[in-house]
């Protein structure tokens, strides 16, 4: 059974930094992509970044420039690095994996592909 625990969110301010880890366990190993999505209260979960077995990545236009994914596969673990943290940031956040490759969708939190999702670590920026 797979398990993905978030960790390192917090609060900052606007301007600041924050890098979240997903430690992985379980049935997963470096076949699997992964993402990063976000939920900020009142609003629907949307994707942020996504990186596929092979390391290719994808961001949401809000992020491009400020947040970086990155896996460590000898770690099973995920990152987000996250600079120039904006106040429009404060979310859930929540890391999910699914298996092999993903054709559509990879930064779409109602893709069913995504299979394993954490419980999630709250970001804070303040303005």
């Known amino acids: 059974q797979v398990q993905l625990v978030e960790s390192g969110g917090g609060s900052v301010q606007s301007g600041g930094s924050l890098k979240l880890s997903c430690a992985a366990s379980?049935?997963?190993?470096?076949?699997?992509?992964m993402g990063w999505f976000r939920q900020a209260p009142g609003k629907e979960r949307e994707g942020v970044a996504a990186?596929?077995?092979?390391?290719?990545?994808n961001y949401t236009d809000s992020v491009k420039g400020r947040f970086t994914i990155s896996r460590d596969n000898a770690k099973n673990t995920l990152y987000l690095q996250m600079n120039s943290l904006k106040h429009e940031d404060t979310a859930m956040y929540y890391c999910?994996?699914?298996?092999?490759?993903?054709?559509?969708?990879?930064?779409?939190?109602?893709?069913?592909?995504?299979?394993?999702w954490g419980q999630g670590t709250q970001v804070t920026v303040s303005s």
């Open positions: 990186i596929d077995p092979d390391g290719a990545t």
């Open positions: 999910a994996a699914y298996v092999g490759y993903l054709r559509f969708g990879v930064l779409d939190p109602e893709n069913y592909d995504y299979n394993y």
């Open positions: 379980g049935f997963i190993d470096s076949t699997y992509g």
